[in-house]
């Protein structure tokens, strides 16, 4: 979830309105405050929605939903006469950019932190984390046109932003705050992405770190807009987004040709929906005329085409419109959760704990009585985490993710215990022991079912440590089981062992394989285990040869 600082003055100037009426209505479009300051408030939105990353798209929507400018915002695009070429050993780095010139801005500090927020906003949301997105923003009034995007030599230098000296871009990457961040996303290439001028000066090194000479300050009026990435549908609603709330701030948006290409269409995208499958999925009674009305309060260009269809112009910021419900959620929400008439169910139940729920609800009891502190990690994973770290090869039942949004989330968890070990390397700075444990569902083919896993971390973590904890836990299931030699390569030879359980395997314990902990970037001895949780239903994994 992102949460946006919404300074109070600069919301008022934007939307007309007193904070106090944008307080009382704001979480009535699906925000909730956060915390209320002097002269700001946070406030959080969900990811889904990265145009309200900002003061001006927070004052463009709640000008709609408070009915004081409805309907389809309009953004004229004007030729800048400014150009860009891309040079082709970037195909395998970064290929893809998109640009713009936003000219008349008048800045304050407020407006340019507003900016400087929603691009970071926009790096974790949109960009995961820069990977798939990176966004800068310059002084166009201090560098020349046309402009240059380069595969350079990393011995390339220039002045980093915020810094006062002159640096290789191998420098940055080990010196900078920044580099140190993200050099693991062009670290492995030979050559970096630069963008330069006609004069040669440096305008950035994305995506990691824009430079010195194009630095954004109260005095600048003019902006050149770059969004450099790995997917070209990222890239260019990111560059949207940046374009229509500086847009709001009063800016006047002119393209760019990039190798041929002009850019960015402010165009709306056309959807034709039927009233009455609006009205079946959310309950209501609406007739084409207040559907109608209730979309250009969400600040959707909508018009009436018969008794069952209205056409919809989607504003092209609005990237989270991927099917019609889409659109019938924002008819709900402007229709207002507040006018919705609480009423008793027809029927009535009582519910208990599902089985499931008590089994894990038994371990976690156990594991935290054992000193053990509760992780929730992700369902998601990817090869290098769950298999190539941990020295296992990938099984056949192993379910893929057919279309994954990162590197990171290819696949969905088959095993908690690889994920714990992510855990501690993430907190390896922190004080030792480290003892983690975690429970929840792992999938294997189309059979879910619920797994237990527990590592802990100090420098005289061994098998007998783990092997003394897993008898405990076993113990406080009552559960009986044997072990015999596992082969299981995430483990150190000789200090590992596989639990049976009524002659199933169940699971594995023991000392974690130097390599293991190396692969996960730690230097400390670890040991730990995992537990098939459908021992207590008198299931386990697999019978044994």
């Given at each position: ?30 925000a ?204 260019m ?103 919705l008439?609480?009423?008793?169910p ?16 038994t ?66 700075h ?34 007998s ?31 590992r ?10 699971g594995?314990?023991?000392e ?15 040991s ?18």
């Open positions: 979830m992102a949460i946006i600082t919404l300074p109070y003055k600069y919301l008022e100037s934007l939307t007309g309105v007193s904070k106090d009426i944008i307080i009382d209505r704001l979480p009535m479009i699906a909730d405050i956060e915390r209320y300051e002097d002269d700001h408030f946070d406030v959080e939105f969900f990811p889904d929605r990265p145009d309200m990353f900002s003061t001006e798209g927070v004052a463009r929507a709640m000008r709609g939903f408070l009915e004081i400018e409805t309907g389809l915002e309009k953004y004229d695009v004007r030729p800048s006469g400014i150009s860009f070429s891309v040079d082709e050993g970037l195909k395998e780095i970064r290929p893809y950019i998109a640009s713009a010139v936003i000219r008349g801005l008048n800045f304050t500090e407020e407006s340019i932190q507003s900016l400087m927020g929603l691009q970071e906003a926009l790096h974790w949301a949109v960009g995961r984390g820069r990977a798939k997105v990176a966004i800068g923003v310059h002084d166009l009034d201090r560098v020349k046109p046309p402009f240059s995007y380069i595969a350079s030599e990393r011995s390339r230098k220039f002045v980093p932003l915020d810094f006062d000296r002159s640096m290789t871009m191998d420098e940055i990457l080990k010196e900078h705050p920044k580099g140190k961040d993200y050099a693991h996303l062009v670290n492995k290439f030979d050559r970096f992405p630069l963008i330069v001028d006609s004069e040669d000066n440096v305008l950035s090194f994305p995506p990691i770190i824009n430079g010195e000479l194009t630095k954004v300050t109260t005095e600048t009026g003019n902006i050149l807009l770059d969004c450099t990435g790995t997917d070209k549908k990222a890239v609603i990111a560059a949207n987004i940046i374009c229509t709330a500086l847009a709001e701030a009063g800016g006047k948006v002119e393209s760019v040709d990039v190798s041929g290409e002009i850019m960015p269409s402010l165009e709306p995208a056309e959807r034709t929906v039927k009233v009455s499958e609006c009205n079946r999925l959310i309950g209501f009674n609406l007739s084409v005329e207040s559907m109608t009305e209730m979309l250009e309060k969400m600040r959707f260009g909508a018009e009436p085409l018969d008794e069952e269809n209205v056409r919809v112009l989607i504003p092209c910021y609005r990237a989270d419109i991927m099917h019609d419900w889409d659109i019938f959620e924002d008819v709900a929400i402007a229709y207002g959760f507040d006018n008439k609480a009423e008793l027809d029927t009535f139940t009582i519910g208990k704990e599902h089985v499931l729920q008590k089994n894990m609800g371990a976690r009891t156990i594991m935290a009585g054992l000193g053990f502190i509760e992780m929730m990690p992700f369902t998601l994973s990817n090869e290098r985490i769950m298999y190539e770290n941990m020295q296992r090869s990938i099984p056949d039942y192993a379910l893929f993710v057919l279309h994954p949004i990162s590197e990171e989330q290819t696949l969905v968890r088959t095993d908690i215990l690889p994920l714990l070990m992510e855990t501690l390397k993430i907190n390896q922190r004080e030792l022991p480290q003892k983690l444990f975690a429970t929840g569902d792992v999938v294997h083919g189309r059979e879910t079912f619920q797994k237990v896993a527990g590592v802990t971390m100090h420098t005289d973590a061994d098998f440590e783990i092997y003394a904890i897993f008898d405990a836990f076993m113990h406080e299931l009552g559960v009986e089981y044997t072990v015999r030699e596992s082969e299981d390569q995430a483990f150190i030879d000789g200090r062992a596989d639990v049976f359980v009524k002659d199933r395997l169940a594995v314990f023991g974690i394989h130097p390599q293991v902990i190396q692969n996960f970037e730690m230097d400390q001895p670890v730990g285990f995992e537990l098939d949780l459908r021992i207590l239903n008198g299931q386990c994994s697999r019978n044994t040869e």
